[in-house]
């Protein structure tokens, strides 16, 4: 990897967050979920740095990510350097969605109560990594 590539991880690591949200919808059981992967702003050198750094490893870069084979790819690509995400909380819930897909519609409404309470157990153990410094350190050490 080139220096200017490292260096674009860098602004990736710092720049990247993943978006997940669950919105209501008017067939199936109500719901969706959507996941997408974003870069915050930034300048055309940091653009190329970062660009120099997907190329290297393959990965799409566009503005807004959002089909699962490039989500999976970036996620993958980053899971060496997950403890220097800025939005590591983020990270983990579109991991989390992924291998853990939101039931079909042809699924009992049972088998969706039950992912929607794993959801939202999930939604709280990262809000206790977020706001519970010693929780976080227990998460690490466990690893």
Request: proline letters at 3%; one cysteine or more; glycine letters at 4%.
């Amino acid at each position: 990897m080139s220096k200017i590539a490292d260096i674009g991880l860098g602004f990736i690591l710092d720049m990247v967050s993943f978006n997940v949200g669950i919105s209501m919808t008017d067939w199936g059981h109500g719901f969706q979920s959507r996941c997408a992967i974003r870069f915050r702003k930034h300048t055309p050198q940091q653009n190329m740095a970062m660009r120099l750094w997907a190329e290297e490893n393959d990965l799409c870069m566009t503005k807004n990510l959002s089909t699962k084979e490039n989500i999976a790819k970036w996620l993958d690509a980053l899971e060496p350097y997950v403890d220097l995400l800025k939005h590591r909380v983020g990270y983990e819930s579109m991991l989390w969605i992924l291998e853990n897909p939101m039931p079909k519609a042809n699924e009992t409404y049972d088998t969706f109560l039950k992912w929607a309470t794993a959801w939202d157990s999930k939604n709280d153990e990262l809000r206790d990594f977020i706001f519970k410094p010693t929780i976080r350190l227990g998460l690490e050490d466990s690893e």
